[in-house]
């Protein structure tokens, strides 16, 4: 199955690695100043899936990437106004057209979790890869090209980091957080990647 990614690569491309210092090649690089460093000697074992719209419900504009880069306009729509002063960031961001933005480096902590727990471990930021997927944060579901384009991601984050589980927000801030809510389907993520269900919630 050819994903978005794979629709601009060529036989030139295979000399050339897939990540750098943490960035993937595949994603359109969109520096984020909210990232901080790991603890050191921190294993990089859990992807949190999210999702994301702003403002909620409204799709296909640039409020997100500006919200991630401390550049939202707070007088553009309403609520915004809530969002000011807040800072924080994912490592991906996949829009509804399967288009994969990178904020921050897979080796650096993104402040995309909050307080959180996953198996007796809190602080998740500290050993996960947070992916944004822009939806709904309750109930909405999800384009198949962004579930192409998250399996396409992942299929190479477990390639380059010891990835043992993937979860959604509503299972490391349960309480706190909804998403990605019941329109995520777990199963044809599971599927597309060939996992145990072992790695899964």
Known sequence: MQTHMDKHFSSTDIHQPFWTKGWYRFAKHCASPNFGSRPANTSVNLVVVHSISLPPNEFGNDFIEQFFN???DHKAHPYFKQLEGIKVSSHFLIKRDG??????SCLDRAWHAGVSNFKGRDNCNDFSIGIELEGAEFGGTFEDIQYESLTSLCTNLLQEFPIAHFAGHEHVAPGRKKDPGPGFNWDLFQKGLGLSGDYFP
Do not use: C, P, T
């Open 99 to 104: 288009r994969l933005l990178q904020f921050v």
């Open 70 to 72: 401390n550049d939202l």
